[in-house]
């Protein structure tokens, strides 16, 4: 059962007791993220993510992390295109620990000029670690070439010369536009009751400020480019990735997304990983996945391969697309992959933090929360048209984008970028 609510400040708040646990996960989800950022300041919303844990008018560095070890050492944060978030996962005996501790750090953050500097450095050295990384470059590259005339192709990170020259005045200023209450949404779930939770936190987080509004939405949805991108790495493999324009978050055919990915691409006994890994051995791996956001959507294919077998590779993916579209599902392979998916759905609700995450990411796009029971009913419901309109829908190879992370010297470019570009005729 779920509870929704405003605490008395303006911040929102949906939960989700559940019987016989003895543990609670929670989290307090701001509606700002790198979307929100501009050209000069991208890599804000990160940087005060970080700079949540460096210290609050009531606690240093390390009396934060004493008391997040005492709480079982699992208080994390994130950011991401749409949002930021700092929650956390304890046994019910601690909740009004926990949730002290997250009213802190938002209501409190001190900025510290010497931490501030210190944590600069750590970003550059994060920003690094996804340059190194092919697997989240190919990624990003790939988005911020598709949505290169809007915020939501940004990188999360930023880069490092825009960390750099951030002072500790321009995150105040920033946290003072979007770090306030109506602007938030606390999220939990786990073993409480309800009266307890709504008591502790009206608590906890008195000393988030409220502006007695919300603020005014102002993004659009982004236009889509078809993109092809090549970035040179110095590594033995080839990652490509390819992108369609796909479904947004709160979309209602989102149970029927999540079977036509798992019988696509999104899992072992997928139509991708058989007909290209097991049967041709032409990849270890490759795999689908979505991209949703509450004003686009992404499906990409991943796909890591020798440079040598790249044109072949895309090619018989290629293939793959094309009769995916033009032949309906058999009833068996429905059968199997809503049994997959209602059954990975039932694994993932005996967790607090996954009920927490998911619920917060529905409420904050403002689109219904279904319980355990009403996503297995939904998915039941998925017949084999509605995956054979999704795929018409989502695998048009004339829209594809294509980003390419490897070693240049040894791939065929121009023979890659030939099949990109004759899919659009």
């Known amino acids: 059962m779920f509870h929704q609510y405003q605490l008395s400040n303006g911040i929102k ?3 989700e007791p559940m019987e016989n646990r ?69 046994i019910t005996e601690k909740l009004d620990e ?27 050295d994060e920003i690094d670690m ?6 989240d470059l190919v990624h990003e590259l790939l988005q911020k070439r598709v949505w290169r005339d809007d915020a939501l192709g940004f990188l999360i990170s930023g880069t490092k010369s825009i960390v750099r020259s951030l002072h500790r005045e321009d995150l105040y200023q920033f946290l003072s ?8 949404l606390i999220s939990a779930a786990g073993g409480y009751a309800e009266e307890v939770l ?9 000393g988030v400020q409220g502006r007695g509004e919300p603020k005014k939405e102002l993004h659009l949805v982004p236009d889509y480019y078809r993109s092809f991108a090549a970035a040179n790495k110095g590594i033995e493999q080839l990652h490509l990735n390819l992108a369609f324009p796909a479904l947004c978050v709160g979309d209602r055919r989102r149970f029927a997304y999540s079977i036509f990915n798992s019988v696509f691409g999104g899992s072992n006994n997928s139509r991708l990983f058989q007909k290209i890994r097991e049967e041709a051995g032409m990849a270890y791996s490759v795999y689908s996945y979505s991209s949703a956001y509450q004003r686009a959507g992404l499906f ?16 018989k993916t290629a293939g793959i697309i094309k009769e995916f579209v033009r032949e309906e599902l058999t009833k068996e392979e429905l059968r199997l992959h809503k049994q997959q998916v209602g059954t990975e759905l039932i694994m993932s609700s005996e967790s607090p933090k996954t009920r927490m995450d998911a619920n917060a990411k529905f409420a904050l796009a403002g689109t219904k929360i279904y319980t355990l029971e009403e996503k297995l009913t939904r998915i039941e419901a ?10 018409a829908e989502i695998l048009a190879l004339e829209r594809a984008s294509l980003c390419i992370v490897g070693e240049k010297s040894s791939t065929n470019l121009r023979g890659i970028k030939k099949i990109w570009e004759r899919w659009n005729l």
């Open 98 to 124: 926990l949730a002290g501790l997250l009213g802190d750090l938002i209501a409190n953050a001190k900025f510290d000029s010497r931490e501030l500097a210190k944590e600069k450095r750590v970003v550059m």
């Open 382 to 391: 998925v017949d084999c048209a509605e995956i054979q309109s999704l795929a």
């Open 300 to 315: 990409h294919i991943d796909i890591t391969v020798q440079p040598s077998l790249a044109i072949l590779v895309l090619e």
């Open 13 to 15: 708040v949906i939960s």
């Open 22 to 90: 003895k543990t609670v996960a929670l989290g307090v989800f701001i509606k700002v993220g790198s979307q929100d950022e501009t050209g000069e300041n991208n890599g804000i919303s990160h940087l005060i993510e970080h700079m949540f844990f460096k210290g609050t008018n009531t606690r240093n560095t390390k009396e934060i992390a004493d008391l997040t070890a005492s709480l079982g050492d699992d208080v994390n944060a994130f950011t991401s295109k749409e949002c930021t978030a700092i929650y956390g996962m304890t």
């Open 198 to 206: 709504r008591d502790c936190l009206e608590r906890t987080f008195s």
């Open 177 to 184: 536009e979007y770090y306030y209450a109506e602007n938030m």
């Open 130 to 135: 996804y340059q190194d990384s092919p697997e």
